[in-house]
């Protein structure tokens, strides 16, 4: 079955930077957009970036500029550099896998397969 996990999660500080990663195993990775979602508790899940199969990047407009979104097929991983982070990037993130989508989408019901989310805090 399709297995997705993330990794790289924590508290940093408002300005401090965070890599996250997902690991994907039991598809054929290089086929799948792959998303980052993020959720507050109490709020809906939002679309944070996505990397489509042939590699072009999508952000939401609230972290263009600062997070940066990559894949590499040769490992079925996908990263999300995230810079210059702030209190209100802090949620629950999560991967996911997309295969019939192009370039991408925005929309959490495109997604097929899902991680299990990494907590990232950050403190002011």
């Known amino acids: 079955q399709v297995q997705l996990v993330e990794s790289g999660g924590g508290l940093v500080q408002a300005g401090d930077s965070l890599r996250l990663s997902c690991v994907v195993s039991?598809?054929?990775?290089?086929?799948?957009?792959m998303g980052w979602f993020r959720q507050i508790p109490g709020k809906e899940r939002e679309f944070v970036a996505a990397?489509?199969?042939?590699?072009?990047?999508y952000y939401s407009d609230s972290v263009k500029g600062r997070f940066t979104i990559s894949r590499d097929n040769t490992k079925s991983l996908t990263n999300l550099q995230k810079n210059s982070l702030k209190p209100e990037d802090t949620a629950v993130y999560y991967c996911?896998?997309?295969?019939?989508?192009?370039?991408?989408?925005?929309?959490?019901?495109?997604?097929?397969?899902w991680g299990q989310g990494t907590q990232v805090t950050v403190s002011s």
């Open positions: 990397v489509s199969w042939s590699d072009g990047t």
């Open positions: 039991g598809c054929t990775f290089s086929s799948y957009a």
């Open positions: 996911a896998a997309d295969r019939h989508s192009y370039p991408y989408s925005d929309y959490e019901g495109a997604y097929a397969y």
